[in-house]
């Protein structure tokens, strides 16, 4: 699964995984993919230090990235504390009922929430980057726009590469235009924050419109088949992230969500604002189903509604209350039936890979070898 652009990253298979666990980016990248961490849980610097000290230790030298949530509008002079602060009272009452009714206990005294959408704060992001950029990172991406030109202009000084995630053609010329290296055309499959264009529409519209920078393809891939069909389409490379969630070194906290993962079908997802506050894919529970009915207050705009369910999906994980309990995951979900290693993905992948590949031979009338079944090389 080479291309130009793997080549360029020495890496072997054109594969790139993202994920927020250290141990599985190093998985991919020593599994012959692209390791991207994501950085949007790390508040304290010293904590995305520690993590990416680790990675470096056990990546064996191969090539791995960063991803990172910075907001295309910039927000001066404004703190955490102001923004919460404009939070109706109306919601938080509604977040405290929903959990009664579920019988969701509170966190001990004195235990703060374990999660807090606060990566999406431009300072947030910059102090990641001051980390970061003292590491080999090989790309810098980032998930809400094109980051800011003085940030595209550290990276390219450090020789790291940049990409932004775009869910339309308009999205990814905007990126073009902001002198990013390498566009991932996020599908409406996908996990997360997501678009309305499906990726087979979406990947060649978008390699048309930013030639000659390179497309990654994402959403809804996690077969090698669907890697051959994304390449197919003119993208140089595929985007995984839901993936790599059942793997056995992801490390969730909790084996009730990984059953709950592996029990799911592809139509057991709902792109729903109830987590951030933008439309953003994942499981369906019970606490989207309250957040998306006519009979709730509404979701509010990124980032009140992070702040205002942060504590509340801390609880809902830590004691694994089944009926709300979710995760942002692509509609991929429903080929993720058992938990594999990252190294046993990768087989499959390029196994699959391979399969798909000889089979558009046989229907081209070509050998494996690219040659024409009647003898007449490329000349066919």
């Not at 980057?129 to 726009?145: C, E, M, R």
Request: net charge negative; hydrophobic share 40%.
């Amino acid at each position: 699964m080479q291309t130009e652009l793997s080549k360029k990253l020495g890496i072997e298979h054109a594969v790139f995984g993202f994920t927020p666990f250290p141990a599985v980016a190093a998985a991919i990248s020593r599994a012959g993919g692209f390791g991207v961490l994501g950085a949007v849980r790390y508040t304290a610097p010293d904590d995305l230090k520690r993590d990416l000290d680790w990675i470096e230790a056990h990546v064996d030298g191969r090539p791995y990235g960063l991803d990172v949530v910075m907001p295309a509008r910039k927000v001066e002079g404004v703190t955490e504390a102001e923004v919460e602060a404009m939070i109706p009272e109306g919601h938080r009452q509604f977040v405290r009922d929903t959990l009664a009714k579920y019988g969701v206990p509170e966190l001990a005294e004195g235990e703060a929430s374990g999660w807090r959408i606060t990566g999406w704060m431009e300072q947030v992001a910059r102090s990641q980057l001051d980390v970061a950029f003292d590491y080999p990172i090989k790309l810098l991406a980032n998930a809400l726009g094109s980051p800011p030109a003085d940030v595209v202009a550290r990276a390219h000084d450090q020789d790291v590469l940049v990409a932004a995630l775009a869910g339309s053609a308009r999205h990814a010329r905007k990126h073009a235009e902001g002198g990013i290296d390498l566009v991932v055309a996020q599908g409406y499959e996908a996990g997360g924050h997501t678009g309305e264009i499906a990726s087979m529409v979406l990947t060649p519209e978008v390699v048309d419109a930013v030639d000659p920078l390179p497309v990654l393809a994402a959403g809804g891939i996690g077969s090698g088949r669907q890697v051959a069909a994304a390449l197919a389409l003119g993208a140089q490379g595929v985007w995984l992230g839901s993936l790599w969630l059942t793997v056995t070194e992801a490390d969730m906290h909790s084996t009730a969500l990984t059953r709950k993962l592996l029990a799911a079908g592809s139509g057991d997802t709902v792109r729903s604002r109830a987590l951030t506050g933008k439309p953003a894919r994942q499981l369906r529970t019970d606490w989207t189903d309250a957040w998306d009915s006519t009979d709730g207050p509404g979701t509010l705009p990124m980032p009140l509604q992070g702040l205002l369910v942060a504590e509340a999906v801390s609880r809902i994980q830590k004691y694994e209350v089944a009926p709300l309990l979710g995760t942002p995951v692509g509609q991929i979900v429903g080929r993720m039936n058992s938990e594999r290693t990252v190294q046993a993905v990768f087989d499959d992948l390029t196994s699959g890979f391979e399969q798909a590949v000889n089979r558009v031979n046989r229907i081209a009338g070509r050998n494996t070898d690219g040659s024409s079944t009647d003898g007449r090389g490329d000349q066919s």
